[in-house]
């Protein structure tokens, strides 16, 4: 037979000299070598003092392996200052980091509720639709009234079309008044008006009552 | 009597429920399996006390713990392992994947194959069957199985290796009198070589002192186990098996799983026999 039998140990590269405390892995997440700041930023999610740190490795970081630990790190560690760190990478040029820090979001509701109110009204309306994609997978319950506030007071027709659209999932019926009336404030646009009458008979659908 | 009326689910709570059901787990309900899940959201209702659909929709949706969510996905799943199960995989692993990580390789360093969670061996012990019957090259390489569960008294059953009729039912009768001898009781027990062949060996996918020691792997199952993990600790997961793959090393999840909705570290490779998952080379 080929098959042959071997004990899992630990490999060579593993008796390391530098130490696994935070100190030591901050200064590997320094390194040249992507494979030790890789490990490094995953060991860091057991510190959470160095959530801002990671954050700002993040910006820098264009080795996707080590940014994928970085961001798993950030969710594990999940407070306040990751969600700070975070909440400004949503402007960055770079689209892989910004569906990143999106898909990082999504997963801090507690912590990223706070400061909602003022991504959705964020003078830049890119980051006003990045903020509705946020919440298109967020587990939190006011997701459906922060919907409902974008539909009825934000001024670009982009972030109410694509708040509107979870609305369809979300939505409940006392919501219908102000999604009907959203097409209104846009001229009647026509994919508006489409994307409202899909939510309506969503909702109703679901409570016919 | 006049009690409440009985809880009904809608057509458009159905086509709801469906959508995000899928895009949390891949798991797709054709409009045939309507009954089977209405029944069991209207059964999760009864039992969290919610007594309609839109209620126990949004719980489902907006529970931060995803408790609720974690309980839908067992009653709407089937545990159970058994020899040759989804071999679509396997003949892919002797079809595609090794023909391919072996075409450059050298000779000498042995394919290193992990099976994860193995539970009580019908996996890995599968892998070892398909490599020695169905692969060609068998004899020009040398191949370690690891297989690694969370559960010890699992693993203890997985080393003795016997296995009652409902396991072995996929296994053609050639084979059974191959690799298997009878014990008695309808039981069957793997060959001595076989069983000698596979390394067992205990891992929690969360300790990464531990799996950090798993290193070097050309093809990884885990099948059927993320979908009962949490989003983090998915995502974490999938961050062990990256680091535990050489570059070009393929991972192969369950038919219902998905690794893009999980990590962007691996890129989706379809061979004519399976959908499987690499990390770059």
Known sequence: MALIKKTVSAPPEEHRHSARDLSGLLEQLRSDKPDIRRWAALDLSEHSEAAEILCRCLEEEQNMAVRDALFTSLIRINNNAAVKGLIPLLKSEDAALRNGVIEALRQMPDALAPYMQDMLHDPDSDVRIFTVNVLESLCHPMTPEWLLGVIEEDTHINVCATAVDLLAEVGSPEMIASIDALPGRFANDPFLRFAADIAIRRIRGANPN | ?281
């Open chain 2, 1 to 281: 009597m006049h009690g409440q009326p009985e809880p009904v689910i809608t057509n458009e709570e159905f086509l709801k429920f469906r959508e995000y059901f899928y895009r949390k787990t891949g798991i797709y309900f054709e409009e045939s399996k309507r009954y089977f899940v209405d029944k069991r959201i209207l059964e999760r209702m009864a039992k969290t006390g919610v007594d309609s659909f839109h209620a126990y929709f949004m719980n489902l949706r907006f529970e931060a713990s995803g408790r609720e969510l974690q309980t839908l996905i067992n009653a709407m799943t089937v545990n159970e392992t058994y020899f040759f199960r989804e071999d679509y995989q396997f003949r892919c692993m002797v079809r595609s994947m090794l023909p391919e990580l072996t075409a450059y390789r050298a000779a000498k360093r042995p394919i290193k194959i992990w099976s994860i969670p193995s539970s009580s061996g019908e996996e890995p012990y599968s892998i070892a069957i398909w490599l020695l019957e169905y692969w060609p090259q068998v004899d020009e390489w040398d191949i370690e199985i690891v297989a690694s569960d969370i559960d010890t008294k699992i693993l203890d059953l997985a080393r003795e290796g016997r296995y009652g009729t409902r396991s072995l039912q996929n296994l053609p009768p050639n084979l059974l009198r191959k690799y298997f001898k009878p014990v008695g009781n309808q039981e069957h027990q793997i060959i001595e070589d076989l069983r000698g062949s596979v390394e067992f060996t205990q891992v929690n996918l969360s300790d990464r002192a531990t799996t950090r020691q798993y290193r070097g792997f050309d093809i990884i199952f885990c099948r059927n186990l993320l979908i009962y993990f949490d989003d983090i600790s998915r995502r974490e997961a999938a961050e062990v098996f990256f680091g535990a793959l050489n570059p070009g090393g393929f991972i192969c999840l369950g038919h219902s799983e998905s690794m893009s909705r999980i990590s962007s570290l691996f890129t989706v490779r379809k061979f004519p026999e399976a959908i499987v998952y690499q990390k770059p080379l």
